[in-house]
């Protein structure tokens, strides 16, 4: 165990990308801090809050810390000097810049700012914009670190800034493949699936950026077409706000839908194809977590996709609903099964213990700054 306190500032900690991707490092990884905390920004409650609390150094702090109360930072400045916090670590991107200049101001050394999102992820009218402007400059400013983890968001947020900088670092995303690799379980049984239909699925939170309107635009396409096509979805909102509208469509009985869940290696191998046309993304954990499965896959043509999968496939529009239900058809003809060779290469180039490695070290440092 290091002498380190620790704060990481999450806004909920409902299942998602940044609260899975915490949760399974502090997994890995709490022991070798003295204390931390997670601080949920919202001061909500959420899904993932019993997960984390079964590390047995860790804990979670639900205050709001709101744009503009200068109250509620105030009471951070004086937490972060009571605990003596050596290091804060903040997952909201431009938007951690107020917790880093009171962190600073507070003297905690190490202050490091991540982006999990390769693009702004609100829709901006000029007060909204110039507010990111300025959260962005105190990123900048008071930050001794800043990671991501892909290429392309430091290529939208600080495109003259990061290339050659050692502030700024890269840390990939980390899986566990024998959480996937070793799954025997199926849902077919359960869900009367025969198994020898073709199933197609997507997992994640339902909002913008996961384009669920193509999913399901390309599900009727397929599924009035083929009778033993299926599709899967999960995640949170999903079904809540998906299934009156599939009933309308008539398609509730081939495409199932379903919130969050928590048997994900289960839910894909019960897949022949992972479909994922998501019209931004940072790092995808959950196409990562498809491959590693060695899942034929229909993905969208954007920069973080096409950098997480490496050369040799294809990928497409994501809003080209007749390309994406061609590729997906293109499967359902060939039935390719397994790719290994792609399974392989994926567990070796996201291999939790190496990435979960250069993370505690970004952590670890300490500069003053």
Not at 140 to 160: D, G, M, Q, V, Y
């Given at each position: 165990m290091s002498d380190q306190n620790i704060v990481f500032f999450v806004t909920r900690l409902d299942s998602g990308g940044i609260e899975n991707y915490l949760l399974r490092f502090l997994s890995v990884k709490h022991s070798e801090f003295r204390n931390v905390f997670v601080w949920c920004k919202s001061g909500s409650d959420g899904q993932l809050d019993s997960e984390y609390l079964k590390l047995d150094n860790v804990s979670l702090i639900k205050r709001k810390l709101g744009y503009f109360d200068i109250a509620s930072y105030r009471d951070l400045k004086e937490f972060l000097v009571s605990e003596n916090v050596d290091t804060v670590c903040d997952f909201s991107g431009n938007f951690s810049g107020r917790v880093l200049s009171t962190a600073r101001k507070a003297g905690?050394?190490?202050?490091?700012?991540?982006?999990?999102?390769?693009?702004?992820?609100?829709?901006?009218?000029?007060?909204?914009?110039?507010?990111?402007?300025?959260?962005?400059?105190?990123?900048?400013?008071?930050?001794?670190?800043?990671?991501?983890?892909?290429?392309?968001?430091?290529?939208?947020?600080?495109?003259?800034?990061?290339?050659?900088?050692?502030?700024?670092?890269?840390?990939?995303?980390?899986?566990?493949?024998?959480?996937?690799i070793n799954e025997t379980e199926t849902l077919r049984k359960s869900l009367h699936i025969a198994d020898d239909a073709f199933v197609v699925g997507h997992t994640g939170r339902f909002n913008e950026a996961k384009n669920h309107a193509t999913i399901f635009a390309v599900a009727q396409k397929l599924v009035e077409k083929y009778p033993d096509i299926y599709f899967l979805l999960c995640g949170?909102?999903?079904?809540?706000?998906?299934?009156?509208?599939?009933?309308?469509?008539?398609?509730?009985?081939?495409?199932?839908?379903?919130?969050?869940?928590?048997?994900?290696?289960?839910?894909?191998?019960?897949?022949?194809?992972?479909?994922?046309?998501?019209?931004?993304?940072?790092?995808?954990?959950?196409?990562?977590?498809?491959?590693?499965?060695?899942?034929?896959?229909?993905?969208?043509?954007?920069?973080?996709?096409?950098?997480?999968?490496?050369?040799?496939?294809?990928?497409?529009?994501?809003?080209?609903?007749?390309?994406?239900?061609?590729?997906?058809?293109?499967?359902?003809?060939?039935?390719?099964?397994?790719?290994?060779?792609?399974?392989?290469?994926?567990?070796?180039?996201?291999?939790?213990?190496?990435?979960?490695?250069?993370?505690?070290?970004?952590?670890?440092?300490?500069?003053?700054?």
């Open positions: 905690v050394p190490s202050r490091i700012s991540a982006y999990r999102g390769s693009s702004d992820h609100f829709k901006g009218d000029f007060l909204r914009r110039l507010y990111n402007l300025w959260v962005r400059k105190l990123t900048l400013k008071n930050s001794t670190s800043i990671i991501s983890n892909s290429e392309a968001a430091f290529n939208f947020f600080f495109p003259n800034e990061w290339r050659n900088n050692e502030r700024f670092s890269v840390i990939y995303n980390g899986v566990n493949p024998e959480n996937f949170n909102g999903v079904k809540e706000n998906s299934e009156n509208l599939l009933k309308e469509k008539g398609l509730q009985d081939r495409v199932l839908v379903f919130e969050n869940r928590s048997d994900i290696p289960a839910f894909l191998n019960t897949l022949d194809c992972y479909f994922f046309p998501s019209v931004t993304e940072g790092q995808p954990n959950a196409l990562i977590e498809a491959m590693v499965m060695g899942l034929p896959f229909v993905a969208s043509d954007i920069a973080p996709i096409r950098e997480t999968v490496g050369d040799g496939y294809p990928l497409y529009p994501p809003l080209d609903v007749d390309a994406l239900a061609d590729a997906i058809q293109a499967k359902y003809l060939v039935r390719e099964g397994r790719d290994l060779d792609m399974q392989k290469t994926m567990v070796e180039r996201f291999d939790y213990r190496v990435r979960f490695a250069e993370f505690y070290q970004v952590l670890s440092v300490r500069r003053n700054a």
